[in-house]
């Protein structure tokens, strides 16, 4: 790791007013990218509110969507721990198959996606190649969500980026015991 690792009962006021909320809600406490958030409590709670906006049924994306779009973005990243993660997490939930999950980590579409999917597929990898998207790839996906849904996407997916930069600029490593299944091309 190449940022110290704060340990809840060293934090100050502000710093462990925004780790309360994350423990409130956070399946790994305040590892991840929480360690580097609270080190910047003002910042950090822009990004937790996001985040909890997005995660806590505010936003107008359902969450296969939300999920589908991590997953893109952990490995267009690189962002191992977001990606193993959102993998378990994935699986546990029966959200997506194995076999799905490694046709993500070759960066090829995943079988037996739905339509709507097959869509924010085809977006969220355009958009993490840079914008704007090609205009045939954003009008298949407006055949499937609405232009508040597309807002939301869009912005989930901006979160997103900055969670796996403060990931890998930190060099969050996985919890011990934990294999890293990411391939880095």
């Known amino acids: 790791m190449r940022f110290s690792k704060l340990d809840y009962d060293s934090l100050d006021g502000t710093a462990k007013d925004l780790a309360d909320r ?22 950090g709670a822009l990004i937790v509110n ?5 995660n806590g049924g505010a936003s107008h994306l359902d969450g296969l ?8 973005l952990s ?11 959102h993998c378990r997490r994935a699986l546990k939930a029966g959200e997506f ?6 046709a993500l980590n070759q960066f090829r579409r995943p079988d037996d996606l ?8 085809d977006y ?5 190649k840079g ?3 090609p205009a045939p790839v954003l009008t298949a996906l407006k055949a499937h969500l609405s232009e508040a849904e597309v807002v939301d996407l869009i912005l989930f997916c901006g979160t997103y980026t900055t969670v796996a930069m403060i990931l890998n600029e930190a060099d969050v490593a996985l919890p011990e015991g934990e294999v890293d299944t990411l391939i880095r091309d």
């Open 22 to 43: 994350v423990l409130k809600v956070s399946a790994d406490g305040i590892g991840g990218p929480f360690n580097m958030l609270l080190k910047s409590p003002g910042s």
């Open 50 to 54: 996001l985040l909890d906006h997005f």
């Open 65 to 72: 969507t939300r999920r589908l779009a991590v997953l893109i």
């Open 75 to 85: 490995r267009a990243t690189s962002a191992r721990y977001a990606w193993w993660t």
């Open 97 to 102: 198959r194995q076999d799905q999950l490694d």
């Open 114 to 121: 739905t339509p709507r999917l097959d869509a924010v597929f």
């Open 124 to 128: 969220v990898t355009a958009l993490a």
């Open 131 to 133: 914008s704007p998207t």
